[in-house]
């Protein structure tokens, strides 16, 4: 499929992606440029032909596809050196979980020779690190590739191409509504479960007891969720401004959630509760969940 | 272990309770109440000796051990039968999840000749009904025994060796620190999973989107937790007053939160999302979950 892939930034996804395309044949050569001297000793486990770069040099100025798997805070650094040696036409894109701000980088920085298209894997875990990637990371989740005006369809659908060939089921839709929808399926649920933690850690401050110890009784789910990378949701948080009106609209929802609980409203919290099961439903009828309960593992 | 039990309510935790203890062989004889009929079939599935009873009658007149698995709304009228026909010293307990309302309506209603001491075992699913029960679900999980003025310690301890028998680790303390503790640590994280379930909803329909497509990001093991049993958790809400309290502590962090991303306070932001993973340490160390990751299911 390519000539020269380049990895910048070999973590969880960064390592899933570089595991699925070494099983999968997609590339003759493979670089990586990763600056953590540790993941790079872990990375080395991995057999396969591979070569760590410290610069982006002329060897590999003629790479099919750039991938960046970064923090979104270093992509500025990144881009101006891409800028520097990529040839004309290259095709660059990167996998952060925000778009808006991505798109807008990209649009001012990025040199107009290269072509970025945008990506986000909605695949992850509450680890990180590339000891813990999976070359089936990516199998049957969604990629969203984002959409924008006066885009090279033929490098789209070489994107597409990719993504589906690592296991992903393809979805375009523009940043707007990525972040939109997102703000909701992914970045609300972190933050409820970052707040969730820390009300407990504060909790058992005032009530000087060891309430973490009685945690199967639901705090655990959430101490996963909120055990996840807190460099990758920091960046999250910051970055996607509808997190401010998600937040919002669940206060909202919490201040009658109470009311009802206050006022003591049989028939409308009964409603309240056994609504939710509509939305676990249809979750399982698209298959993003197993049905095999949880009886906490 | 004993001549009879009884069990009135055979759902979810009944009927793992009646698989535990055929299992372990701790009843010559097993009577159960349940008025479900479509329960009882789903129960009839278990090959082993038990009856089933309409009426409390003077054959379980000298039960060894009654246990209520029913909602908490039933209670009341439970008690009034129990009354009528137990005999002087019959020890009964219940599963129920709020404690201080369940301690004050037996002290009321329960007749002095009987003996009640109130169980919680720490242990159930986002599923209800019998067909889901299972003889192992109180292994290696929590069971509190709730401790009150002059009790009767042999009965104290029979109960604790029952618990035992069937996989639990027990522990004791008083129904005001139990409904503390739960509120935490179970009870405000399902209110918390319902109302983003709620949120989500509402998003869709504000958005005009199919949302839930994509809930692989972070939805979908809040909608696990969400499509847990209606009565069963409206009761909880019902009736215990610590939930309010819990309500307004999360909301309090929730509003910091949003400050804290609002003015982009990288530092304090940072802080605030890697102390969660002490809590998630924590629970691995406990052995509350295991530490392989989850990628989705």
């Known amino acids: 499929m390519f000539n020269k892939v380049l990895i910048i930034g070999c973590g969880l996804i960064g390592s899933s992606i570089l595991r699925a395309i070494i099983s999968k044949k997609l590339s003759k050569k493979i670089f990586i440029s990763e600056k953590s001297k540790s993941n790079i000793s872990k990375i080395k486990k991995i057999k396969s032909n591979y070569t760590f770069i410290k610069n982006i040099n002329s060897e590999i100025s003629d790479c099919d596809l750039v991938i960046i798997c970064t923090p979104m805070n270093q992509y500025k650094n990144i881009i101006q050196k891409l800028n520097q040696r990529l040839k004309k036409g290259s095709l660059i894109t990167d996998v952060s979980s925000t778009k808006q701000n991505v798109i807008k980088l990209k649009n001012k920085i990025l040199n107009k020779k290269l072509i970025w298209i945008s990506s986000h894997p909605i695949a992850g875990s509450e680890v990180s690190g590339p000891e813990y990637g999976d070359k089936n990371l990516f199998l049957n989740k969604w990629s969203v590739i984002i959409r924008e005006k006066k885009q090279n369809s033929k490098k789209i659908n070489l994107l597409k191409k990719f993504w589906k060939k690592i296991g992903s089921k393809v979805i375009l839709m523009d940043s707007v509504n990525h972040d939109k929808i997102f703000s909701i399926t992914s970045h609300l649920p972190h933050l409820i479960a970052y707040n969730l933690i820390k009300t407990a850690q504060d909790s058992q401050k005032i009530q000087k007891k060891n309430l973490i110890k009685y945690s199967a009784g639901g705090l655990r789910d959430?101490?996963?969720?909120?055990?996840?990378?807190?460099?990758?949701?920091?960046?999250?948080?910051?970055?996607?401004?509808?997190?401010?009106?998600?937040?919002?609209?669940?206060?909202?929802?919490?201040?009658?959630?109470?009311?009802?609980?206050?006022n003591k409203n049989n028939k409308k919290l009964l409603l309240r509760l056994s609504n939710s099961k509509k939305v676990r439903k249809q979750i399982l009828q698209l298959k993003q969940d197993i049905a095999k309960p949880d009886f906490g593992r």
């Open 222 to 262: 959430f101490s996963r969720i909120a055990a996840s990378n807190e460099i990758m949701w920091r960046d999250i948080f910051f970055n996607n401004d509808n997190i401010i009106k998600a937040i919002n609209l669940f206060n909202k929802n919490l201040n009658s959630f109470k009311k009802l609980i206050q």
